[in-house]
């Protein structure tokens, strides 16, 4: 391996972890749209898609931890904490979605975005872990703060190389400006 290719080869890395998050981060987006719209529903709707759905596993393991939580979770739910959760997950899926989308299209502005809108979510993650610890938060809270310092860190990459790309007499990219030359 040349050293050249051995400096590239870290960054190729990088960058190829960064596009995998960011569909992984949009396939999330996808289903808490689908959470959404089946949260538009009444609770009792939206008990009797549970039940449907958990039918199966309850009836191979009548004590599954996560499918009697499920029932446990539609059972208590009301009107007003069905609607915001609907709203929640539709906007804050909407968001990411386009976002990532934007990412993934090399437009400049929106990674500022993408880490400003999963910052306040972290926060938001860091203030329910103090009320209520539990492993898949810490998780999710993890990997948002890893696809927020991949952001960052292609966001630098992309910068330098529309700067470098614009002194270089090329044709600028989105949001760079061409230097004034003196003459």
């Known amino acids: 391996m040349r050293k050249d290719d051995e400096r ?11 596009k995998v998050s960011q569909v992984l981060k949009g396939l999330d987006g996808v289903l808490e749209l689908i959470g959404g719209i089946l949260l538009l ?14 039918r199966h596993e309850l009836s191979e393991d ?8 499920l029932m446990h ?62 492993w898949g938060m810490v998780l999710l809270t993890a990997f948002d703060n890893f696809i927020v310092w991949l952001t960052m860190h292609e966001y630098r990459a992309h910068r330098a190389r529309t700067k470098y790309t614009a002194l270089d007499g090329q044709p600028a990219a989105e949001g760079v400006t061409q230097p004034e030359t003196t003459g």
């Open 8 to 18: 590239k080869y870290p960054q190729d890395v990088l960058d190829k972890t960064f």
């Open 41 to 54: 529903g009444s609770p009792a709707q939206v008990g009797s898609l549970v039940q449907i759905l958990t």
């Open 73 to 134: 979770l539609a059972g208590t739910m009301t009107v007003s904490a069905t609607l915001f959760g609907a709203i929640y997950l539709l906007l804050h899926g909407l968001v990411k979605i386009a976002l990532i989308w934007a990412v993934l299209k090399d437009k400049l502005w929106a990674y500022p975005w993408m880490i400003a809108f999963l910052g306040v979510f972290i926060l938001y993650q860091s203030y329910e872990l103090v009320i209520a610890f539990t």
């Open 62 to 69: 009548p004590h599954d931890l996560v499918a009697r939580a």
